[in-house]
């Protein structure tokens, strides 16, 4: 083991379920020798991070720093890690450790995230049994396989976004195969619809852009939607049906919402759920067999997936739309993005002179 150059790492934690957080700081785990030890400077607020402080999703164990986008500075490496250097500028996403041979059956298909060893970057634990602890602090230790050096093209105050969200978004497209010609559909135009259709249009892909806000039409034109469609306006909705390759669901759709997205679809068409539905879904068979659409999910990227991610975001320029708060003022950030004003990503920003 290496010793770490920080011996308590300080930050922000949720000690009860609600959107407060508060100073708290913790010994971090024994830097590892495949390890890296990253001073923080800019950590993004995602949708993730606040169903766990407030325990939407079960099992949230506190004091639980959270927060999954993350961007800094190595300063502490371990004796085996080789293609990172001290001083390199990284980004960490939603996972912070998997098998290290990367040839088990979910990392040999560059899906990491389903790794039997996965831990992921908060709320979760380590082999060794010790916590994982987020972005919303001054430091991080991770495994350095889940560290990325964050491309020149990109300013590093947009890279957390592009972290978590963005490879959420772009991870389906690779797989899917998503290519020029295709008609990809993104329904919400918010923290991941924004950057969706970026990558969509940068594929090649004629994007249709689905909202209830109509006000976002000339926006969504700019990112590079070639058709706007207001969901309440039927007329709008009918010129579409049965014209859709792939249909990414990027908001929390109700669940009977679903049925109807499937006449949206062309033949062998593919709805893809990337933000969970409210209430339970329910399908005749027969809609199936007669449309011949599947509906399936994704999580996160792996290693592989959000190297490309980066690379591809530098060489198309996709850029998200931020919201840039202190991280001493993070309560101000959480309670907008949980009132649901923020436009589109929200990121909090290290002070150099400051632990927190």
């Known amino acids: 083991m290496v010793q770490g150059k920080i011996n308590e790492i300080h930050g922000w934690a949720a000690m009860e379920p609600g959107i407060k957080v508060e100073p708290w700081s913790y010994t971090p785990r024994p830097l590892g020798e495949h390890d890296v030890e990253i001073k923080i400077e800019y950590s993004g607020i995602c949708g993730s991070d606040m169903h766990t402080i407030k325990q939407e999703w079960s099992g949230t164990s506190y004091p639980a720093i ?7 500075k190595v300063i502490t490496k371990g004796e085996k890690v080789v293609h990172l250097e001290e001083g390199d500028l990284v980004g960490v996403g939603a996972q912070v450790y998997g098998c290290l041979q990367g040839d088990c059956n979910a990392c040999s298909r560059d899906l990491d995230p389903h790794c039997p060893d996965s831990v992921f970057t908060y709320n979760n634990k380590y082999p060794d049994g010790h916590q994982a602890h987020g ?7 991770v495994n350095s396989n889940y560290a990325f050096k964050i491309p020149a093209g990109i300013d590093p105050v947009y890279a957390p976004p592009l972290m978590c969200a963005g490879v959420t978004v772009f991870a389906p ?4 195969g998503v290519k020029k010609g295709d008609r990809v559909g993104i329904v919400g135009i918010g923290g991941l619809g924004h950057l969706a259709i970026q990558y969509a249009s940068a594929l090649g892909a004629e994007v249709v852009a689905f909202s209830h806000s109509p006000n976002k039409r ?3 034109m700019k990112l590079g939607a070639t058709t706007f469609v207001d969901v309440s306006n039927k007329d709008e909705i009918d010129a579409v049906r049965h014209s859709l390759n792939y249909l990414f669901i990027t908001s929390d759709s109700q669940a009977n919402q679903y ?3 499937i006449t949206w679809m062309t033949f062998e068409g593919q709805i893809i759920l990337l933000s969970l539905p409210k209430g339970q879904m329910s399908f ?9 659409v599947a509906i399936t999910g994704s999580l996160i990227g792996g290693v592989n997936v959000l190297k490309k991610t980066l690379e591809f975001s530098a060489e198309h ?11 001493n003022k993070i309560n101000d950030a959480l309670e907008r993005v949980n009132d649901g004003k923020a436009r589109y990503r929200a990121v909090l920003e290290n002070s150099p002179s400051s632990n927190l």
């Open 173 to 176: 497209m690779l797989r899917k």
């Open 135 to 141: 972005g919303y602090a001054e430091a991080v230790r």
């Open 284 to 292: 005749s068979p027969f809609e199936f067999v007669i449309s011949e």
């Open 66 to 72: 959270v927060g999954h986008e993350i961007v800094g």
């Open 218 to 220: 000339e926006e969504c």
């Open 259 to 261: 049925n109807d997205y």
């Open 317 to 327: 320029n996709i850029i998200p739309m931020i919201e840039r708060f202190p991280m």
